[in-house]
């Protein structure tokens, strides 16, 4: 399954200098994590971030969102963008900064 490398870069530059980033394939795309946790990712032309479940009901919300539902069960505090919902950088790095908000709470792994 191929998978939109451009927003893999825009992400990759999004998250240069967060330390305890790493970067796995994954689903048929690309993952991005912190401290072992993921964080944001790639599958096809879509941007998966996890936001939380308390950020879950207004992130759906936005503009080009919905839940994330990879393989059937939908998974609350996991969204996916649309191009047209991260189609800045400014967006973007909204969406970066959300997920790395969430995702610093977590235990590391």
Known sequence: ?????NLAA?????LIGTGGVTEKSMFGGKAFLLDGNM???VIQNDLVARVGPE???A???RRGVRPFDFSGRPMSGWVMVAAEGCDSDATLGEWVEEALDYVRTLPKK
Request: a neutral charge; zero cysteines.
């Open 55 to 57: 950020r879950f009901d």
């Open 59 to 61: 992130a759906v919300a």
């Open 39 to 41: 964080l944001v990712g």
């Open 10 to 14: 825009r992400l990759r530059d999004a």
């Open 1 to 5: 399954m191929a998978f939109d490398v």
